[in-house]
């Protein structure tokens, strides 16, 4: 009896965790500033552009893989828009030209329930072209979506042929694959000799490398709560590799030509000293610094 009772408790303790965490997704997915994003992901392909060029040229009429180019696909939309022959690939279905049920199904398939609700709501609310007409708005040039390659691969197996590609490009994927150095690897392969790849990594220690969609606010999600074992479960898949983890799969396969440090000292009002003890394994500037960005280069002649 007593336990079927811890049972039942147990069982009453996981739904409600799942309830809330349900609640936690659809008030984010509602919440989302479509406009926002579309200007925020403007500025990445701007960064993207000043980043690359001194190294690529200009950013036109080249071979260009996005990896993980999400369900909306700005890079490769941006890219193969200015005169590039851009193919974005992502584990999400994404289906330019399917009908809505299809795509509600394959996205239930390979993202599962999160992945259908966050596509159905986005088709019915009419997100899509809101943030279509929101890029459009503040691009120079017209969306080209006619021609655009987009398809459903993994970076840890790339089904392109050896040396085909002129530029990759990766922005927050890497910190969700599991076998980076595979995915490095295959990123090496397809490289074309001297070809050249920039890839942005959200670090799992920075204060927001949990990916809690509340954890800007100490109120709700602990600072650090995803390294300090405050009961915070992880949203999405992370792999929790570390900044010198990643330099070092980088390095056994490409030189690296640039590292940047990007948004640091996010969190410096709350890294209190207690926390810098309980954390001490980590350092004071891998937990204030959210992205890092390499500029790696193929050897060739």
Known sequence: MAAQKTAAVSGIRSWLCSYVQLISFFRAVASTDLVSMAEDDHGQFLTLKRILEPHVGQLKQKVILDIGCGRL??????????????????TAYIGLDAPFAKRWWKSWVTGGFYGFAREAFLDLSRGHQRYYRTLQDLVDFPLVFKGLDVRLMNAEKLELPDNS?????????????SDVGKAVAELNRVLKPRGIAYVRIHLFSSISGGHHPQWADPEKVPPWAHLRGK?????????????????SLF?????????LEIDKGVGQDLL????????????????????IGLVVGKPGS
């Open 272 to 291: 209190t000293p207690e926390i810098s003890s309980e954390l001490q394994q980590y350092s004071e500037e891998e937990l204030l610094t959210t992205f």
């Open 73 to 90: 696909f700005p890079m490769t939309l941006l890219l193969h828009s200015c005169g590039n022959s851009a193919t974005g690939i992502d």
């Open 165 to 177: 590609v002129d530029v990759g490009v990766s922005i927050d994927v890497l910190e969700h694959i």
């Open 251 to 259: 390095e056994q396969q490409f030189g690296i030509l640039q590292v």
């Open 231 to 247: 009961g915070h479960t992880l949203p999405v898949r992370l792999n929790r590799l570390r900044r010198e983890e990643y330099l």
